[in-house]
Nanobody, 127 residues
Framework: QVQLVESGGGLVQAGGSLRLSCAAS????????MGWFRQAPGKEREFVAI????????????LYADSVKGRFTVSRDNAKNTVYLQMNSLKPEDTAVYYC????????????????WGQGTQVTVSS
């Protein structure tokens, strides 16, 4: 089993920054895909960013939703089993509950492919 605990959400003005953290515990390895999804009120859960490392090629991949490219950065500290989401130039439309997710195997932008989830952290961006 894998447990995920997010932190770092809050209220920020438009143009500001926040950094989310997600600490994983349990049976997780560096080859797990880990990343972030978000869900705004009345909307479906959507992909934000993912980080994944291949055990075969020893390469790392990061993937971003078009809506956050150039503003958000996902990073990972495998020694701490922690993934981060640095969010800059925040917009009111970024307001949502942000969820950390993990899955064994390769990355996916489809939330239904992930079987481990954190409890979510609220991010609110005021205009």
């Amino acid at each position: 089993q894998v447990q995920l605990v997010e932190s770092g959400g809050g209220l920020v003005q438009a143009g500001g920054s926040l950094r989310l953290s997600c600490a994983a515990s349990g049976r997780i390895s560096s080859t797990y895909a880990m990343g972030w999804f978000r869900q705004a009120p009345g909307k479906e859960r959507e992909f934000v960013a993912i980080s994944w490392s291949s055990s075969i090629t020893d390469s790392s991949i990061t993937l971003y939703a078009d809506s956050v490219k150039g503003r958000f950065t996902v990073s990972r500290d495998n020694a701490k089993n922690t993934v981060y989401l640095q969010m800059n130039s925040l917009k009111p439309e970024d307001t949502a509950v942000y969820y950390c997710a993990a899955r064994s195997g390769s990355y996916s932008s489809n939330w239904s492919a992930y079987n481990y989830w954190g409890q979510g952290t609220q991010v609110t961006v005021s205009s």
